[in-house]
């Protein structure tokens, strides 16, 4: 499957510990999307980055998130010190290129639960 | 700046009645439009996407949505619903100059036997 691969699809930490969350995106693809899913609010775009670069972390809460797209290997979202109100779903997406037409294709999810 | 509005956050049918899913967006310039599906504990999935050219745009699983400028909509539609077509849908735009994708927040389709 060539597809956008999530790890892991589901995630348990106890408050106040870290969450990292893994995305390769699709082969050939250099473009990386983060969103977040809450019951009844859609899905909630967190940060687009390229390779080696952010290029719009708008969406992504101030403090304790970070993301990552190295050169080499997977996008990271990361997490720290995590609160209840984190649980939720987090989906990855990937494109080609920078191009609004594009088409994003999702990951299967990231299912957060902090306890 | 761009959004989505989904009109109804729950849509309920007979199996074999039409399906009308309502998506009004707001751009200042030319929109890109998309649906997705979403079955449950799973990513999104593409059905359809208008870009330019012809406004009636046929999608996978027999989905079509036209996109009309004048009403600024983009609504999706079936003739038939199957039982599985229950699902998450979602309604994104994008536009030129903007690689993200602002998403709708979704309609839940209900499909009664």
């Known amino acids: 499957n060539a597809g956008v691969m999530q790890n892991p699809r589901h995630l348990v930490r106890r408050r106040g510990q870290e969450a990292r969350l893994r995305c390769s995106p699709m082969?050939?693809?250099?473009?990386v999307y983060w969103y977040r899913q809450l019951p009844e609010e859609g899905l909630k775009f967190m940060v687009y980055l390229q390779k080696e670069n952010i290029i719009d972390e708008s969406g992504m809460p101030k403090e304790r998130f970070s993301a990552e797209f190295p050169k080499e290997g997977p996008s990271i979202l990361r997490i720290q010190q995590v609160v209840r109100g984190d649980s939720a779903a987090y989906f990855c997406?990937?494109?080609?290129?920078?191009?609004?037409?594009?088409?994003?294709?999702f990951g299967e999810g990231s299912w957060l639960t902090v306890v | 700046a761009q959004s989505v509005t989904q009109l109804g956050s729950h849509v309920s049918v007979s199996e074999g009645a039409l399906v009308l899913l309502r998506c009004n967006y707001s751009?200042?310039?030319?929109?890109?439009l998309f649906w997705y599906v979403q079955y449950p504990n799973q990513g999104l999935q593409l059905l359809l996407k208008?870009?330019?050219?012809?406004?009636l745009v046929k999608g996978i699983n027999g989905f079509e949505a036209e996109f009309k400028k004048s009403e600024t909509s983009f609504h999706l539609t079936k003739p038939s619903a199957h039982m599985s077509d229950a699902a998450e849908y979602f309604c994104a735009v994008s536009t030129s100059g903007s690689y993200i994708p602002t998403f709708g927040r979704g309609t839940s389709l209900i499909v009664h036997p």
């Open positions: 208008y870009t330019t050219g012809a406004t």
């Open positions: 997406a990937s494109s080609p290129q920078g191009d609004s037409g594009n088409t994003i294709y």
């Open positions: 751009s200042s310039v030319p929109p890109y």
């Open positions: 082969k050939g693809h250099s473009h």
